[in-house]
């Protein structure tokens, strides 16, 4: 399995960005996906989770209302739609596949990661 991570760049405060994430090999459609995100000198944090189905999702409460992750299964790919970023957002972005159906919250859930798109929020 492999997960490409597309979509980041620099971005002036309150613009937007649609992060892409594609995944080789089958079974897509039955593993939950996430996206997370690594800011300098900080851990990496859950971003946004959604089920295998597409019918759940869940974000982080500092992105609530402004990121929505989904996704297309015919095309293999989970979307991160960031809108209203600011300078907080700033962080290299991964997205992962989930061991299970779900949208995990948790980190250790993932099995399968990206290799990260950076997402730099300045004017």
């Known amino acids: 399995v492999q997960l490409q991570a597309s979509g980041g760049g620099l971005v002036q405060p309150g613009g937007s960005l649609r992060l892409s994430c594609a995944a080789s090999?089958?079974?897509?459609?039955?593993?939950?996906m996430g996206w997370f995100r690594q800011a300098p000198g900080k851990e990496r944090e859950f971003v946004a989770g959604?089920?295998?189905?597409?019918?759940?999702?869940y974000s982080a409460d500092s992105v609530k209302g402004r990121f929505t992750i989904s996704r297309d299964n015919a095309k293999n790919t989970v979307y991160l739609q960031m809108n209203n970023l600011n300078p907080e957002d700033t962080a290299v972005y991964y997205c992962a596949r989930n061991a299970a159906w779900g949208p995990s919250t948790r980190l250790r859930s993932y099995t399968y990661w990206g290799q990260g798109t950076l997402v730099t929020v300045s004017s």
């Open positions: 959604i089920s295998a189905s597409g019918d759940n999702t």
């Open positions: 090999g089958r079974a897509f459609s039955t593993y939950g």
